[in-house]
Nanobody, 124 residues
Framework: QVQLVESGGGSVQAGGSLRLSCAAS????????MGWFRQAPGKEREFVAS????????YSKDSAKGRFTISRDNAKNTVYLQMNSLKPEDTAVYYC?????????????????WGQGTQVTVSS
């Protein structure tokens, strides 16, 4: 099991940027596939991006491609989500999650451990 703590959320105007961080505990962080999900008010949680254990493979939802970049630093036990050109529809609570899958995945049930979330609010 790995404990996850997100940070970096906040309020920003449309077109702005934020970088979310997710710090993980445990010595086996480098073996996990990591993912970012988000949940807007009144909506279901949705996949944003995933990165494999080495960082050599990433997968993002279509609406995030070109704007969001997922990365990781295994030496720091941290995964990041760089978000640029933010839109009001990006407003949500963002969660990071850890999966024992050996490949990137957008499927929430594949992720066993979840953080508490960080709020991102984008105003027009």
């Amino acid at each position: 099991q790995v404990q996850l703590v997100e940070s970096g959320g906040g309020s920003v105007q449309a077109g702005g940027s934020l970088r979310l961080s997710c710090a993980a505990s445990g010595r086996t962080f480098s073996s996990y596939t990591m993912g970012w999900f988000r949940q807007a008010p009144g909506k279901e949680r949705e996949f944003v991006a995933s990165i494999n254990w080495s960082g050599g493979s990433t997968y993002s939802k279509d609406s995030a491609k070109g704007r969001f970049t997922i990365s990781r630093d295994n030496a720091k036990n941290t995964v990041y989500l760089q978000m640029n050109s933010l839109k009001p529809e990006d407003t949500a609570v963002y969660y990071c999650a850890a999966s024992t899958s050996v490949v990137t995945t957008s499927l929430a049930p594949m992720y066993r451990d979840w953080g508490q979330g960080t709020q991102v609010t984008v105003s027009s």
